[in-house]
């Protein structure tokens, strides 16, 4: 039978491009957002997260961008390389304050680089 | 760079059976996590535990599923009676106090496959 599970949207860019992959987020309560970057049999990398009252941040190759009127979120690499290649998640913390409150992740998205 | 550990790699149990999942936090935090990822799904959250006490939890962690600080490095996760449905990668996280603080750092993972 079919597992849905395993249906990951894949994006696939040449090596050098840049890559944009999006998500959606679900609360608009969300106060703040996280990339993470999972290699096959790996945990969740930290690349780059964004608060709220951020509509954008850099990092080293990487840019976050944060639309809370549609609640989407993006990430994009710069001169994409085969080093990139893994699943990347989204995840939103609703929590602020003391409580650090814990993190719902979306579906991910699979980024294969064509060498 | 200090980095989340987690012992064993993989853990193969036979239905029924109490397994535990051990996992070092980075030593200066102060709130640990447990997450699972079914395979090819979506990384989900079970449990947050702060101040020797659990701090939030999903429905997923019922009550075959308990977490212990035995000591002032280690973070375990205990399902005493496992089921055919637990198979999945186990995550351990954690995180520290003060701006940025929200940033939730993941080890490597604990592959359990109960037949």
């Known amino acids: 039978g079919e597992s849905v599970g395993l249906h990951l949207p894949t994006l696939s860019v040449q090596e050098g491009d840049n890559s944009i992959i999006n998500c959606a987020y679900s609360?608009?309560?969300?106060?703040?957002f996280i990339w993470y970057k999972q290699e096959s049999g790996k945990g969740p990398q930290f690349i780059i997260d964004?608060?709220?009252?951020?509509d954008k941040r850099q990092g080293q190759r990487v840019t976050v961008l944060l639309n809370k009127t549609v609640k989407h979120l993006s990430l994009q690499i710069a001169a994409t390389q085969p080093g990139d290649s893994a699943v990347y998640f989204c995840?939103?913390?609703?929590?602020?304050?003391?409580?650090?409150?814990?993190?719902?992740f979306g579906k991910g998205t699979k980024l294969s680089v064509k060498p | 760079e200090p980095e989340v550990t987690q012992t064993p790699s993989h853990q193969v149990t036979q239905m029924g059976q109490e397994v535990i999942l051990r996992c070092v936090p980075i030593?200066?935090?102060?709130?640990f996590y447990w997450y699972r990822q079914i395979l090819g799904q979506k990384v989900e959250f079970l449990v947050s535990?702060?101040?020797?006490?659990?701090?939030?939890k999903s429905e997923i962690f019922d009550d075959q599923f308990s977490v212990e600080r035995p000591d002032g490095s280690n973070f375990t996760l205990k399902i005493r009676s496992t089921k055919l449905e637990d198979s999945a990668m186990y995550f351990c996280?954690?995180?520290?106090?003060?701006?940025?603080?929200?940033?939730?750092?993941f080890g490597p993972g604990t592959r359990l496959l109960v037949l």
């Open positions: 996280a954690s995180s520290g106090l003060g701006q940025g603080a929200k940033t939730q750092y």
């Open positions: 609360n608009s309560a969300s106060d703040y």
């Open positions: 964004i608060r709220s009252n951020m």
């Open positions: 995840a939103e913390n609703i929590r602020d304050g003391g409580s650090q409150g814990n993190l719902i």
């Open positions: 030593s200066n935090h102060l709130y």
């Open positions: 535990f702060y101040n020797n006490e659990i701090s939030e």
